[in-house]
């Protein structure tokens, strides 16, 4: 049984930086897929970022595109999403969640091929 825990959310002003976490436990392969998505005030939760397990290569929201990357640390499975350049646009409760890549390839954005959900940890971004 899969669990992911997110850290790193907190309060950062415009224009700061933030580097979220995604703690899996449990044995997560190279074949699988960690997505992260958003849920802003008022609005349905989202993609942002994804990273297939095994080639590392990722996909990114238009909104998010240039300044934010996501990365895996595959020895300790920690997945990253580096915020960078932060916007108060970008204020929202950010989760981690895990799928099989022939599931998650063909729509790595997609939150319906995401089985396992962390419990998301908040990001603020006010002056």
């Known amino acids: 049984q899969l669990q992911l825990v997110e850290s790193g959310g907190g309060l950062m002003q415009p224009g700061g930086s933030l580097n979220l976490s995604c703690v899996v436990s449990?044995?997560?392969?190279?074949?699988?897929?960690i997505g992260w998505f958003r849920r802003a005030p008022g609005k349905d939760r989202e993609g942002v970022a994804s990273?297939?397990?095994?080639?590392?290569?990722?996909h990114y929201a238009d909104f998010v595109k240039g300044r934010f990357t996501s990365s895996r640390d595959s020895a300790k499975n920690i997945v990253f999403l580096q915020m960078n350049a932060l916007r108060p646009e970008n204020t929202a409760l950010y989760y981690c969640?895990?799928?099989?890549?022939?599931?998650?390839?063909?729509?790595?954005?997609?939150?319906?091929?995401?089985?396992?959900w962390g419990q998301g940890t908040q990001v603020t971004v006010s002056s």
């Open positions: 969640a895990i799928a099989r890549l022939p599931i998650a390839r063909a729509a790595p954005l997609y939150k319906g091929g995401y089985g396992r």
């Open positions: 990273i297939f397990t095994y080639d590392h290569s990722t």
């Open positions: 449990g044995s997560m392969s190279d074949y699988h897929t």
